[in-house]
């Protein structure tokens, strides 16, 4: 049973599309995430929810939209995409317990390819 | 800007040697270290983690040292196998609800 999965594996899509990537864990964790690593493999946060609520939210075209239906779920919908959004996403999800974070479990990660 | 700096950017050990991963940090809120290996492929998988009360952490071959005044944390890999061959990432966080990670290590351990 996988702890975080994300759909598709890979995404290729002309300029100017809209598409989406979905994400659910089953860890039972209360806080979800989505990551950007570029081309040289460097992974940034893009947008953090808490019992689905936005708690992060980081320097992102806002053509980037996240959405927690509950959870166990965060799918990312971007519109009007650029060759520059092109790299590997993943969501990753963990339990935030008090003081300190313990451990984020990563899923396999979404490559999208805009062409 | 980048709070977490890592080096090397990459790095190659023979099997059975010590591979030495170094990172520094800025804020001193952060209170949470973990260590991050990622296969081609893959997503990013918890390696080890240390929190500021302790200054090492060993699990098997890997020892996380940690040196709070000096703001800098290091991966050691002791007895380095071909298998450990990925990228390494270090990464900080201050309690809230993201990593903020450095810059990767390709590690290669050749045979």
């Known amino acids: 049973d996988t702890a975080v999965s994300q759909t598709p594996k890979y995404l290729v899509t002309q300029m100017g599309n809209d598409k989406s990537i979905k994400c659910e864990q089953n860890?039972?964790?209360?806080?979800m995430y989505w990551y950007k690593q570029d081309s040289k493999k460097f992974l940034k946060i893009m947008f953090s929810y808490n019992n689905k609520e936005l708690i992060i939210n980081e320097t992102v075209p806002n053509r980037f939209s996240p959405k927690s239906p509950d959870k166990a779920h965060l799918n990312l919908h971007i519109n009007s995409l650029e060759l520059g959004d092109s790299a590997v996403y993943f969501c990753?999800?963990?339990?935030?317990?008090?003081?300190?974070?313990?451990?984020?479990?990563f899923g396999q990660g979404t490559r999208l390819t805009v062409v | 800007q980048q709070q977490v700096k890592q080096s090397p950017q990459s790095l190659i050990v023979q099997k059975g040697g010590i591979s030495i991963i170094n990172c520094a940090y800025e804020n001193t809120a952060f209170d949470y270290f973990p260590w991050y290996q990622q296969f081609p492929g893959k997503g990013p998988a918890l390696l080890i983690a240390?929190?500021?009360?302790?200054s090492e952490k060993k699990e098997g071959r890997f020892t996380i040292s940690f040196n709070k005044s000096a703001k800098q944390f290091s991966l050691h890999i002791m007895d380095s196998q071909p298998g450990d061959s990925a990228t390494y990432f270090c990464a900080a966080s201050n309690s809230g609800y993201a990593l903020n990670f450095g810059k990767g290590t390709s590690l290669l351990v050749t045979p």
């Open positions: 860890l039972g964790h209360d806080t």
């Open positions: 240390i929190r500021p009360d302790v």
């Open positions: 990753a999800s963990s339990q935030v317990q008090g003081a300190g974070n313990t451990e984020a479990f």
